[in-house]
């Protein structure tokens, strides 16, 4: 074979150096590119699993709230009754206290019936003016309505019904 | 003028404008949009995770509201959640009376989220101050008690025959409402 050159012939690659240059600037480019691209696509799935999350967590303590908030409810529901019951009872013995301290020393009581909006005393007094100043008059102060009657007895005393009652309306118009 | 430009160097030309647009495209085409994503949902869960903070310490504090209610109101609580018992009762009470006996409990009606037994009694005192003291006692006892009308009160030689209502409030529960019934027969 006849040689043209004296110098041996190199082999031409695809890769020259400006090929080189320009392969590397752009693989770093894509690299940054899909990094940025995986860091972001990893970004949103982890924000959206961590939205979910916290949804959830919202919700689970939505309804646990409204079970406490039920709860608080009731428990003041229960003391505004227990308040009210002990009140009613309060009320109820300082009503007895007063009744037996309404009664006089002369005037002995057989029964006494409290009623709802009432009051039936049953009793025995020695004359009806003792009955009339010392038990009528305050009886008629505290009820809206009273009635009396007797009947006398063998020792020359009187056997009496008192029978009393606070009308409901005034009661409530008063108020 | 011949512009002399060797294949290779359009080569090169070509791949760089082809990467070039590759690179443009991506960037405008997949990355921005990918990225104005990321910015509004971090916001967003940023906002979500600050309302849930908030919501867990609205959540405490509830929370911590009800454990002092239900401490400070103990015996309120254990008061309605139980069940009416005559031999219990009769038992507690007994050292306010000569005699006293619970001659029935009813199941009345239902109010406001309670059950309300009536329960009859009678009973016999010493002197009317025993009963005070019996009406002191009911407001400290084992369920919530209201001492109703009518309330009698009848001389008996040296005592005082008594009978009154009472009014029993518990919780209502199907549950507790047939303990009750059974307990009363």
Known sequence: ?175 | MKINISRQHIYLMALSFFLFIFVLVFSFGVLIPQGKEYRIKRVELKKLSKELRAYKNLHSETAQTLQDLRSKNRSIITAFDATFNPERFEKQNKQYFSSLKVKEVDFSKVEDQFAIYEVNTTSEISSPTNFYKFLDAVNKSDWMIEVNFPIDFKRDGEMIKSSFKMKVYCNNNDTNATASSSEAK
């Open chain 1, 1 to 175: 074979m006849m040689k043209y050159s004296y110098i041996a012939p190199k082999r031409k690659s695809i890769l020259t150096e400006e090929m080189q240059l320009l392969l590397t600037f752009f693989a770093i480019t894509l690299f940054m590119l899909f990094t940025t691209f995986s860091f972001l696509l990893y970004k949103n799935y982890s924000f959206n699993k961590d939205k979910a999350m916290v949804i959830k967590e919202k919700q689970r303590l939505e309804e646990s709230m409204g079970k406490l908030q039920a709860d608080i409810a009731f428990i003041e529901v229960q003391k505004a009754l227990s308040e009210r019951v002990y009140t009613k009872n309060t009320v109820l013995k300082e009503s007895i206290t007063n009744l037996f301290d309404l009664i006089p020393t002369r005037i002995t009581l057989s029964r006494a019936e409290l009623l709802e909006n009432g009051l039936i005393l049953y009793g025995i007094t020695p004359n009806k003016d003792i009955y009339n100043f010392m038990l009528q008059a305050p009886l008629r102060s505290i009820f809206h309505r009273t009635y009396s009657s007797f009947y006398a007895q063998e020792n020359g005393w009187l056997r009496f019904v008192s029978t009393n009652y606070i009308d409901k309306e005034e009661s409530i118009d008063e108020n």
